[in-house]
């Protein structure tokens, strides 16, 4: 296994070449190797065809290179490049360029200068490519014994070599290897050297030991996905998402356990003795690397080189050796000459000297002009995602092509998985995916490049043979859109594109783009080439490998997912339906892998569930080892995948619900709701405990249910449409529920989510939901978890229950309103009242569990309407049908209901806290005060209670409702305070006007009543004036007045005291003026609305002024013969005056004489209005010295 490198080595080198400095940096990640040892220096004479006595003992400084006897393997494993990928996929996608074995990015760079093949695989994952030797031998050797790939051999032979076959390397080329391994042996430190071996192997067996080395294809990626699944190998994703969050694996388990062990060891481990960031220039690269290196010399580290002293150095090797030492930071190479196997020499060599040696002399420059153009030309062709390229150059050919074997395969009609690249690329997107998800929590502009990696991964596989990766991809999909929170406002990042995308190439800039467009036309990076022997299937080709020392011949063109914005929606409802689609698509993945050993039991309708929440977070019951109801195993990958998915469908529905609540759509909102809740019961039928989170979504979900039932029993009138939404369902939701009925019949919750009728029954659901939403909060599994979520529930709890109270309260004043006159109350009534009142105190303690004084308030209010209601009731009806006395249970309910109402007040303390709820409670303290004086005192119990007692009893009741009429806030209510305060005065003047007509006795107490009924009537008068729409109530008042003032007139003996009465009297009869100016207004107003309907006879026809024109009449009646009495009475006592009458008194009578006179001639069979006008003038002389005001006040009036 890989560990941290115990001596990092972070120096920084340039290497200077006598033309221009060439800027590397190599980085080690990690080493496999102890920290470099001394080189032994061996004899001269040594006879490295001896084997050393530790040869080929596994040795960690030479790591790899040591335990095979290839020595330091060029030979390149085909998946090497994923391997690193793997271990280091922080770095995929966006910061490195090219990931790859040292030696392919060798051969790469040495195009230019050498005769032999080319063969790559070229992968793509963002700016990344993963660079990989594709053995073109070893693979059509499989080919002819599998039948795999037939269609590339076809496709090589007939373009590139028609006469194919596999080259056997020469016994040279073996006793190089040899010779060099044992070389490596003999320069370990003694003291470390292992015990001898025998040396038995003969060069025959060690060239079939290599070849079956070489053999290193690996066998299981092409074989079907149940061979894999029945082997005994774990079966788990190395990254699995579980409740929301990526579960990242330790550095060990970081290799994809989706493959068993086997395909691990052929070549997707990261085997590597080191593995080195290395910048070339402006190139990013993940280098993987087993050469030796050792201490010793002037230098930390060296490389150490065996040369042949008969053949000299060639460029090739030169290049070899440079690239080799600036990859790993090795500042000196030591090279040992010998010849026939035997040491003769050694040399050092600076690693910046080595381009300068002796005929291997090559310009860096150059070579940094190659890897620059290499790059360029790869990024340039290789944009597809998840596509497989090849990089082909013919052994002595100048031409370098590159295939997209995707494609071909396509087009070659085999199945897609039969590229064995097909798998490893597609778990490498995910993983790149999965990591960046980890990142996407901090920054959500990674969500497009996420969104891309995931589909490009899910195109690749077969879902028969692959389901589960398929599944995790299309749940992370889902998990990109956020549902439970707005798009932030900076979404701006999303949508951007390219530019704020991680995956684009930020170093190019618009001109580079400019001049290429000028130039494209030569720069040959397009491939449609005139050469005879270029073919059409080529992606791109390089007509000559001189090209690629030119510099900058190639440009990267491509901008890598040029607009990869994430599809951010606005609109909740899409982002769920999104969700939705990738959720189905996850269970479709998960349910086919599921084997299908027997038909699913049916379900049964009729099992109710009860709503009730049981406590299911104790240990795992035996009974839920056993598979679920689709043949699922618990613990299971389907089994994880499935719990995740149902809960991601179940929150997509219930955002859905909750926007639908939003958009007043209740039977749509309800029918999302059940969706919500069949998805939750599936959920709990699968999984054996239930995390918090869990639970307090479902809270959620029953508390929003619980809110629909609610508005659908507030909004009755509109069932049809409700129920037309209801029944409403789409394809992908039927699929879904199929889905679900794989593990569930999905029934728990039918009670709470269907659609009833009956209005009284959906506030009975809605109330059994928030109840248990209620003892979800308060288990034991959340008690610690939800203080906001429990005041929320509580408050709609007392909400449900204030509905139900005021329900049952107007079902019972309805029954009232309906019963024929009858003594007793019905049972039925008290069944109301009694279920109403019990409704109403549960409400008040949920409010007051959460301190919440207003909404207390308000129940404390309705429960006070609530005791009016049973008062009323209670009203004795006698015999001849009319209304009886006032009764004690009458007066017991409505004492009741005071109470209730001063609690209110109490639990508001005081106006400010809630101005609306305080005045309401105020108008209905006042209100039922003045109902229960106005009761006592119409329909006094005199066979209970003495007249002055009752007399105490209504003064006190009608003064406590005049301390609650409001006079001096201004509001809608202000003008009803005013009339029921001048009402209260005028009540109160009658009974002490009628208390002192008949008084007999106690002079002292007629006094006082007589004083008493004065200022009533006065402030009755006064409150009736300002008021300016009761000319009746005024009139009438006014009148008992002038009563008064008679009745008292006619106890007094003097005639100066009767005059002085008799003209108080007129003086109150001359205010009667500003209530006939009124009446006037009015029957005119009256007319002209007649005038105009008898127009328009649309117009509906009648009085529209609240006139009583019979009152009106009545009082006129009384007005006419009192006024006339009086006036008589004047003129009598004035002219029988026995003193001198002055000129004022002589006025006044010629006054009264005059307005006497006309009163009588006056018709009385006019029209009202004209009788009206009569009077108004009659009463206009009598205050001739005010008339300037008056007529001012009959204007404004």
């Given at each position: 296994?890989l560990?941290?490198?115990?001596?990092?080595?972070?120096?920084d080198s340039?290497?200077?070449s006598?033309?221009?400095?060439?800027?590397?940096?190599?980085?080690?990640?990690y080493?496999?190797?102890?920290p470099?040892t001394?080189?032994?220096?061996?004899?001269?004479?040594t006879?490295?065809?001896?084997?050393?006595?530790?040869?080929?003992?596994?040795?960690?400084?030479?790591?790899s290179?040591?335990t095979t006897?290839l020595?330091?393997?060029?030979?390149?494993k085909?998946?090497s490049?994923?391997?690193?990928a793997?271990?280091f996929?922080?770095?995929?996608?966006?910061?490195?360029?090219?990931?790859?074995?040292?030696e392919?990015?060798?051969?790469l760079?040495k195009i230019?200068?050498?005769?032999?093949h080319?063969?790559?695989a070229?992968?793509r994952?963002?700016?990344?490519?993963?660079?990989?030797?594709?053995?073109?031998?070893?693979?059509?050797?499989r080919?002819?014994?599998?039948g795999?790939?037939?269609w590339?051999?076809?496709f090589y032979?007939r373009?590139?070599?028609q006469?194919?076959?596999?080259?056997?390397?020469?016994?040279e080329?073996?006793?190089?290897k040899?010779?060099?391994?044992?070389f490596?042996y003999?320069?370990i430190?003694?003291?470390g050297a292992?015990?001898?071996?025998?040396?038995n192997?003969?060069?025959?067996?060690?060239?079939?030991?290599?070849?079956?080395?070489?053999?290193?294809?690996?066998?299981?990626?092409?074989s079907?996905q149940?061979?894999?699944?029945?082997?005994?190998?774990?079966k788990?994703v190395?990254y699995?998402?579980?409740?929301?969050?990526?579960?990242?694996v330790p550095?060990?388990?970081?290799?994809?356990?989706?493959?068993?062990?086997g395909?691990?060891?052929?070549?997707?481990?990261?085997?590597?003795?080191?593995?080195i960031?290395w910048?070339?220039?402006?190139?990013?690269?993940?280098?993987?690397?087993?050469?030796?290196?050792f201490?010793?010399g002037?230098y930390?580290?060296?490389?150490?080189?065996?040369?042949?002293n008969n053949k000299?150095?060639?460029?090739?090797?030169?290049?070899?050796?440079?690239l080799?030492?600036?990859m790993?930071?090795?500042?000196e190479?030591v090279?040992?000459?010998?010849v026939?196997?035997?040491v003769?020499?050694?040399?050092?060599?600076?690693t910046?000297?080595i381009p300068?040696l002796e005929?291997?002399t090559?310009?860096?420059?150059?070579v940094?002009?190659?890897?620059?153009?290499?790059?360029?030309?790869?990024?340039?062709?290789?944009t597809?995602?998840?596509?497989?390229?090849?990089?082909?150059?013919?052994?002595?050919?100048?031409?370098?092509k590159?295939?997209d074997l995707?494609t071909?395969?396509e087009?070659a009609?085999?199945?897609?998985?039969q590229n064995?690249?097909?798998l490893?690329?597609a778990?490498?997107l995910?993983?790149?995916?999965s990591?960046?998800?980890?990142k996407?929590?901090?920054?959500?502009?990674?969500?497009g490049?996420?969104?891309t990696l995931?589909?490009?991964?899910?195109?690749?596989?077969?879902?028969?043979?692959?389901?589960?990766?398929?599944?995790?991809?299309?749940y992370?999909l889902?998990?990109l859109?956020?549902?439970?929170e707005?798009?932030?406002?900076?979404g701006?990042?999303?949508?951007?594109?390219?530019?704020?995308?991680?995956?684009?190439?930020e170093?190019r800039?618009?001109?580079?783009?400019?001049d290429?467009?000028?130039?494209s036309d030569?720069n040959?990076s397009?491939?449609?080439?005139?050469s005879?022997?270029?073919?059409?299937?080529?992606?791109a080709?390089?007509?000559s490998?001189?090209?690629?020392?030119?510099?900058?011949k190639?440009?990267?063109?491509y901008?890598?997912?040029?607009?990869c914005?994430?599809?951010?929606s606005?609109d909740k409802?899409?982002?769920?339906r999104?969700?939705?689609s990738?959720v189905?698509k996850?269970?479709?993945?998960?349910?086919g892998?599921i084997?299908?050993?027997?038909d699913l039991p049916?379900?049964d309708?009729?099992t109710?569930i009860p709503?009730?929440?049981?406590?299911?977070?104790?240990?795992?019951?035996?009974?839920q080892?056993?598979?679920?109801?689709?043949?699922?195993?618990?613990?299971?990958w389907?089994?994880?995948m499935?719990l995740?998915?149902?809960?991601?469908?179940s929150?997509?529905?219930y955002v859905?619900?909750d926007?639908?609540?939003?958009?007043?759509?209740?039977?749509?909102?309800?029918?999302?709701i059940?969706?919500?809740?069949q998805?939750?019961?599936?959920?709990c039928?699968?999984?054996?405990?239930l995390?918090?989170?869990?639970l307090?979504?479902?809270?959620?979900?029953?508390?929003?249910c619980?809110?629909i039932q609610l508005?659908?029993?507030?909004n009755a009138?509109?069932?049809?449409?409700?129920?037309?939404?209801?029944s409403?369902?789409?394809?992908?939701?039927q699929?879904?529920?199929?889905?679900?009925?794989?593990e569930?019949?999905?029934?728990?919750?039918?009670?709470?989510t269907d659609?009833a009728?009956?209005?009284?029954y959906?506030?009975?659901?809605?109330s059994?939901?928030?109840?248990?939403?209620?003892?979800?909060l308060?288990?034991?599994?959340?008690k610690d978890?939800?203080?906001d979520?429990l005041?929320?529930?509580l408050?709609?709890l007392g909400?449900?229950?204030n509905?139900?109270?005021?329900f049952?309260m107007?079902?019972?004043a309805?029954?009232?309103t309906e019963?024929?006159?009858?003594?007793?109350?019905?049972?039925?009534?008290?069944?109301m009242?009694?279920?109403s009142?019990?409704?109403?105190?549960?409400?008040m303690?949920d409010?007051?569990?959460i301190?919440d004084s207003?909404?207390?308030?308000?129940?404390?209010?309705?429960?006070?309407?609530?005791?009016?209601?049973?008062?009323q009731?209670?009203?004795?009806?006698?015999?001849?049908q009319?209304?009886?006395?006032?009764?004690p249970?009458?007066?017991?309910?409505?004492?009741?209901?005071?109470d209730?109402?001063?609690?209110?007040?109490?639990?508001?303390a005081?106006?400010?806290?809630?101005?609306?709820?305080?005045?309401s409670?105020?108008?209905?303290?006042s209100?039922?005060y003045?109902t229960?004086?106005t009761?006592?005192q119409?329909y006094?119990?005199?066979?209970?209670?003495?007249?002055?007692?009752?007399g105490r009893e209504?003064?006190?009741?009608?003064?406590?409702?005049?301390?609650y009429?409001?006079l001096?806030?201004e509001s809608a209510r202000?003008?009803?305070y005013?009339?029921?305060?001048?009402?209260i005065h005028?009540?109160l003047a009658?009974?002490y006007?009628?208390?002192?007509?008949?008084?007999?006795?106690?002079?002292?107490l007629?006094?006082?009543?007589?004083?008493?009924?004065?200022?009533?009537?006065?402030?009755a008068?006064?409150?009736f004036l300002?008021?300016?729409?009761?000319?009746?109530?005024?009139l009438?008042?006014?009148l008992?007045?002038?009563?008064?003032?008679?009745?008292?007139?006619a106890g007094q003996?003097?005639?100066a005291?009767?005059?002085?009465?008799?003209?108080g009297?007129?003086e109150?009869?001359?205010e009667?003026?500003?209530?006939?100016?009124l009446i006037?207004?009015e029957l005119?107003?009256d007319?002209?609305?007649?005038?105009e309907s008898?127009?328009?006879?649309?117009?509906?026809?009648?009085?529209?002024?609240g006139?009583n024109l019979?009152e009106?009449?009545?009082?006129?009646?009384?007005?006419?013969?009192?006024?006339?009495?009086?006036?008589?009475?004047?003129?009598?006592?004035?002219?029988?005056?026995?003193r001198?009458?002055?000129?004022?008194?002589?006025e006044?009578l010629?006054?009264?004489k005059n307005v006497?006179?006309?009163l009588?001639?006056?018709?009385?069979?006019v029209?009202l209005?004209?009788?009206?006008?009569?009077?108004i003038?009659?009463l206009?002389?009598?205050?001739?010295?005010?008339?300037s005001d008056d007529t001012?006040t009959?204007?404004s009036?």
């Amino acid at each position: 296994e890989l560990s941290p490198c115990s001596t990092p080595m972070y120096i920084d080198s340039a290497i200077c070449s006598s033309t221009s400095e060439i800027k590397s940096r190599a980085v080690v990640k990690y080493s496999a190797a102890p920290p470099p040892t001394s080189y032994a220096l061996l004899q001269e004479k040594t006879d490295l065809k001896l084997p050393p006595a530790n040869w080929l003992r596994e040795n960690a400084q030479l790591g790899s290179a040591g335990t095979t006897i290839l020595g330091s393997s060029s030979k390149s494993k085909p998946f090497s490049s994923f391997g690193m990928a793997y271990d280091f996929i922080d770095c995929i996608g966006d910061d490195v360029d090219v990931v790859s074995d040292s030696e392919n990015i060798k051969k790469l760079l040495k195009i230019p200068y050498s005769k032999s093949h080319v063969s790559m695989a070229v992968h793509r994952v963002g700016r990344t490519l993963l660079l990989d030797e594709l053995d073109i031998q070893e693979l059509f050797m499989r080919s002819s014994q599998t039948g795999d790939w037939t269609w590339l051999k076809e496709f090589y032979q007939r373009l590139i070599d028609q006469k194919w076959q596999r080259k056997k390397k020469s016994k040279e080329h073996w006793y190089q290897k040899a010779i060099l391994s044992k070389f490596l042996y003999y320069s370990i430190n003694g003291e470390g050297a292992a015990e001898p071996v025998s040396d038995n192997l003969n060069e025959g067996e060690e060239e079939n030991g290599a070849e079956e080395f070489s053999s290193s294809w690996p066998t299981a990626f092409t074989s079907a996905q149940s061979d894999v699944e029945d082997s005994d190998a774990p079966k788990e994703v190395g990254y699995m998402f579980a409740l929301g969050q990526v579960a990242s694996v330790p550095k060990e388990q970081n290799l994809p356990t989706l493959f068993n062990e086997g395909e691990n060891s052929q070549g997707l481990r990261n085997d590597f003795v080191r593995n080195i960031m290395w910048t070339f220039e402006d190139i990013h690269m993940l280098v993987g690397s087993n050469m030796p290196i050792f201490g010793g010399g002037r230098y930390p580290a060296v490389s150490l080189r065996l040369r042949d002293n008969n053949k000299p150095i060639n460029i090739l090797t030169g290049i070899d050796y440079w690239l080799d030492n600036l990859m790993c930071n090795v500042p000196e190479l030591v090279m040992c000459f010998h010849v026939n196997g035997i040491v003769q020499k050694y040399e050092m060599i600076k690693t910046e000297d080595i381009p300068h040696l002796e005929n291997s002399t090559f310009s860096t420059r150059v070579v940094k002009d190659i890897a620059q153009n290499i790059l360029s030309f790869l990024k340039s062709n290789c944009t597809k995602e998840g596509h497989t390229y090849w990089l082909f150059k013919a052994s002595g050919s100048d031409i370098v092509k590159l295939y997209d074997l995707t494609t071909l395969c396509e087009e070659a009609e085999e199945e897609k998985c039969q590229n064995p690249f097909t798998l490893p690329v597609a778990v490498l997107l995910y993983r790149v995916a999965s990591n960046l998800m980890l990142k996407a929590r901090q920054n959500r502009k990674h969500y497009g490049t996420i969104r891309t990696l995931l589909l490009n991964c899910v195109k690749l596989l077969d879902q028969e043979r692959h389901p589960q990766i398929i599944a995790s991809a299309h749940y992370m999909l889902s998990e990109l859109f956020q549902l439970d929170e707005p798009p932030e406002e900076d979404g701006e990042s999303l949508r951007a594109g390219g530019s704020e995308d991680s995956y684009s190439d930020e170093d190019r800039d618009e001109e580079e783009e400019e001049d290429l467009m000028e130039d494209s036309d030569d720069n040959g990076s397009y491939g449609n080439c005139s050469s005879p022997q270029d073919d059409s299937k080529a992606v791109a080709v390089i007509r000559s490998v001189g090209e690629l020392s030119v510099p900058e011949k190639y440009k990267s063109t491509y901008q890598i997912r040029p607009s990869c914005a994430f599809p951010v929606s606005q609109d909740k409802e899409e982002r769920c339906r999104h969700v939705l689609s990738y959720v189905l698509k996850g269970l479709k993945a998960v349910d086919g892998s599921i084997k299908k050993e027997s038909d699913l039991p049916a379900a049964d309708p009729n099992t109710p569930i009860p709503l009730k929440y049981e406590d299911r977070t104790g240990p795992l019951q035996a009974d839920q080892k056993h598979p679920t109801r689709s043949g699922m195993i618990p613990g299971s990958w389907q089994h994880r995948m499935k719990l995740q998915l149902f809960l991601k469908a179940s929150k997509a529905y219930y955002v859905l619900s909750d926007a639908a609540t939003n958009l007043l759509k209740y039977g749509r909102a309800l029918r999302y709701i059940k969706l919500s809740l069949q998805c939750y019961d599936a959920y709990c039928s699968v999984s054996g405990t239930l995390h918090p989170q869990v639970l307090q979504f479902h809270s959620q979900c029953l508390s929003l249910c619980g809110d629909i039932q609610l508005m659908l029993a507030q909004n009755a009138n509109n069932r049809a449409a409700y129920l037309e939404e209801y029944s409403y369902q789409t394809k992908e939701d039927q699929e879904i529920l199929h889905s679900l009925h794989r593990e569930s019949s999905c029934q728990a919750f039918n009670m709470a989510t269907d659609l009833a009728m009956d209005p009284e029954y959906q506030l009975f659901v809605s109330s059994k939901c928030y109840e248990a939403a209620y003892e979800l909060l308060v288990s034991e599994a959340l008690k610690d978890h939800t203080s906001d979520q429990l005041a929320q529930v509580l408050k709609r709890l007392g909400n449900i229950r204030n509905e139900m109270g005021v329900f049952y309260m107007n079902q019972a004043a309805a029954m009232q309103t309906e019963k024929e006159a009858k003594k007793s109350v019905s049972v039925a009534e008290q069944e109301m009242w009694k279920k109403s009142f019990a409704f109403f105190e549960k409400g008040m303690n949920d409010f007051e569990a959460i301190g919440d004084s207003t909404n207390t308030a308000l129940l404390l209010c309705n429960t006070g309407r609530l005791m009016r209601i049973c008062a009323q009731a209670h009203c004795a009806i006698s015999a001849d049908q009319s209304r009886g006395e006032f009764s004690p249970e009458e007066a017991l309910y409505y004492n009741k209901a005071i109470d209730y109402y001063l609690r209110a007040m109490k639990s508001l303390a005081s106006r400010e806290n809630h101005p609306a709820v305080w005045d309401s409670v105020n108008w209905e303290l006042s209100t039922t005060y003045f109902t229960l004086a106005t009761l006592l005192q119409d329909y006094a119990p005199l066979s209970r209670k003495a007249q002055e007692q009752i007399g105490r009893e209504v003064t006190e009741a009608m003064m406590k409702s005049l301390k609650y009429c409001d006079l001096q806030t201004e509001s809608a209510r202000q003008p009803l305070y005013q009339y029921r305060a001048a009402t209260i005065h005028h009540r109160l003047a009658s009974m002490y006007h009628s208390c002192f007509r008949n008084q007999v006795g106690d002079e002292h107490l007629r006094k006082q009543h007589r004083s008493l009924a004065e200022l009533h009537y006065s402030k009755a008068v006064c409150l009736f004036l300002s008021l300016k729409d009761a000319p009746c109530e005024l009139l009438r008042t006014l009148l008992e007045r002038v009563a008064f003032a008679e009745f008292t007139m006619a106890g007094q003996s003097s005639n100066a005291a009767k005059l002085k009465s008799l003209t108080g009297a007129i003086e109150i009869m001359t205010e009667t003026r500003f209530a006939f100016q009124l009446i006037h207004k009015e029957l005119l107003e009256d007319e002209s609305d007649a005038a105009e309907s008898a127009e328009s006879p649309d117009v509906a026809s009648g009085p529209t002024s609240g006139l009583n024109l019979q009152e009106v009449m009545k009082l006129i009646g009384v007005f006419e013969p009192s006024f006339s009495f009086l006036l008589l009475q004047l003129i009598k006592l004035m002219t029988t005056m026995k003193r001198k009458p002055s000129n004022k008194d002589e006025e006044l009578l010629k006054t009264y004489k005059n307005v006497y006179s006309k009163l009588l001639r006056a018709e009385k069979n006019v029209p009202l209005l004209s009788r009206v006008k009569v009077y108004i003038e009659l009463l206009q002389q009598l205050t001739p010295e005010t008339e300037s005001d008056d007529t001012g006040t009959q204007k404004s009036s």
